[in-house]
């Protein structure tokens, strides 16, 4: 059975990938793309705003503890 | 091989994370049945600090003669079944504690298609391998703290001061022995060196402990226990809104890092983003699995991840006990912590860690006269790490979307909106029910701490100090020591990781650290542990 | 009509498999190709009816140290009309 099979190979528990493929892993990085630049920039903007937005409606924050 | 339909009850008996709802709740449940004068666990032995000889005038209290380092916590807590829990020893508790775990434990393994078998050979040499180390770590001379000292009528001895702590470095110490040393006794043990399984349980007996807070500080001060149940609602919401702030900021940056400066391939960037940001290798294996990378990405990345967790396990307490921000920051070293220590188990190892140091340090600095209660800095760094869990799966389904209908557009392709449920953490079911049951009772039948709520308070007490306490406490040691078991240094020298390794160096010290360390004060500025010196309360 | 598929990775090739077929392929467009080709092409399939399969992860192929951490890698949804 397949699934015998992959047991052999996976199912080891070690903490080795040695059973795995792993060129292709660190090396063929692609071109930086607009879509990625968008993804980071949003992602930080998003945090920026849920960070504003929580200073003000956690009591503990420091707007409103003081620091 | 089966191929059913996986719906919203997949895995309910093949996960550990429902087995650690189910042995927890199990546990939880049979503590509640004290609220109606049963004690069904009142056989769950602690261990208490002792030394081998008392000296002359010295008191049995908080230190005690080497026979008597271990007691069933019944026999000092149970309202109906003192006297038997006391009649059964510390041999027959340990005992009790051994069959009453092996076997919920063995039927978890046996769900879950592991070798039983080896599951219980090797859970049979954690378990008592687990309480020799909190034997030998409850020294006096490793635990003792002044305030135990004092209480005990002992004369001014040098101590390290480290309290419960101590076991748990020892318990980690032998572990990670075991795991780099006596690599076939790991391996014989690997099948049950389980920590994330017993972490996610000890978070649901956590669960249990944030409810049971308020409940323990009224039966000494009703104003007591609604300050503590006020805390535990401002670690809740300010951990949330942290942890969203900080994981938005966490991912990007190093997705950015690692494409930018070390030039790695974007699959590898967004699970190496996650792994070192957000949730270690739950999040490695979400984000994996999201942008369809071959699990080898995953496998390396969270090889890497549970040694760098072990590593800020040992470094990152005494850094934030002793260095920055000391004791007069401890809620904001315990969020910290929660969103800088990769993998549940290794967090909450840290945050109980860090709990121990800082009420030690604080109690050594002012002589006894602060004494914070034990726990609420394990609870804060907790609950980052609950947000950030269950947070991962929404941003699991996010990268998915993004990857699916924008980086790879493979005709025909669809995202099940079931993802999100399959990639959730269900301990967290278990901890937050604990959670809300425990205070209903406070709220409910137990008015809020006022007198004619206290009989039931002091009921629900009884069952409630096995659970939170002995059980929490043991699974944390066990935690520990599995953590150990499993994390093999040598891993690190491995060509094959490269620049990751650096990636992930540089990622969590000069980045994910400090902004974790930086969002964290922002938000539990105004966070101040109750002293209960001099009120009797442990 | 849908069919229930186990999608996992063998180190080299993803692998599908489901009632009796297994399909493997090094890319994810390549193997979502052959599945399609090849239940369009069955008559047991095309009497049946497929029009989507549902693939979800086996997770024998993560070692299982790991899967105590994250229990589930993915499933995805092929609709076999749109696959080109």
Known sequence: MAEEKKKEVHGTGSLSADALEAEDVLSGAEPWEPWETKLVVGSFIVAFIILLIGLFIVPTSIINAGG | MSQEKKG????????????????????MILGLLSVWGIDLVGWITYPKIWVFKMPEGAVPKKIVPWYQAFYPLGAKYSLTAKKFWKSIGPIGGILITYVAFTIPLCIGAYFMRWNVRQFFLGWTVIFFLTYLCWFIGHHAFFAATTVHLKKSNFPDMFTLSLGGGASFILALIVG??????????????????????????????????????????????????????????????????????????????IYTISRKIFKLPRKTAAVLGSGISICGVSAAVATGGAVRAKPVVSIMVSALVV???????????????????????????????????????ADAAAGELLDELMRAKIAK??????????????????????????????????????????????????????????????????????????????????HAGAPEGMAILKAAKAGAVPVEKGMRKLFFMLTFLSLGIITDFKKLKEAQFGKMVWVYLIGLFFFIIPVACLISWLFHQGMELPNIAGMGIE | ???????????????????????????????????ASLIKSDPYFANKGIRRVNMFFDMMTIPQWMRQYMQHYFSRIIELEEVK
């Not at chain 2, 919203?8 to 546990?27: P, R, S």
């Not at chain 2, 394990?378 to 209908?405: N, Q």
């Open chain 2, 176 to 253: 990670l022995i075991i795991g780099n040393f006596f690599k076939p006794l790991a391996r014989f043990l690997s099948e049950a060196a389980k920590p994330e399984w017993y972490i996610k349980t000890a978070i649901v007996f956590l669960g249990v402990k944030v409810g049971y807070l308020p409940i323990k500080m009224a039966t000494f001060s009703q104003k007591l226990g609604h300050k503590v149940a006020g805390l535990t609602f401002e670690l809740f919401l300010a951990g949330a809104v942290a942890t969203f702030v900080a994981y938005l900021i966490f991912w990007p940056g």
């Open chain 3, 1 to 35: 009509m849908e069919l229930q598929a186990t999608i996992w990775h063998d180190g080299k090739n993803w692998v599908v498999e489901a009632e009796g077929f297994k399909v493997k392929a090094s890319e994810l467009d390549e193997l979502d190709r052959k599945v």
């Open chain 2, 8 to 27: 919203w009850t997949y895995g309910m008996l093949t996960q550990e994370d429902w087995w650690a709802v189910w042995i927890g709740g199990f546990f």
């Open chain 2, 365 to 446: 600095d002012t002589n006894g006269a602060v004494q914070w209660p034990e726990g609420i800095i394990t609870v804060s760094a907790v609950v980052t790490k609950l947000w950030i869990d269950m947070f991962i799966g929404l941003w699991a389904f996010i990268l998915a979307l993004l990857w699916c209908y924008v980086v790879e557009c493979r005709p025909g392709e669809k995202v099940p909106a079931i993802e999100v449920w399959h990639r959730f953490p269900k301990f967290v079911i278990g901890y937050f029910a604990a959670w809300i049951i425990y205070l209903t009772i406070f709220f409910g039948p137990g």
């Open chain 2, 307 to 345: 040694v760098y967790a072990v590593i800020e396990l040992i470094i990152l307490p005494w850094f934030f006990t002793y260095v920055w921000p000391g004791p007069e920051g401890a809620l904001v070293a315990g969020p910290a912590m929660g969103l800088s220590v990769k993998t549940d188990g």
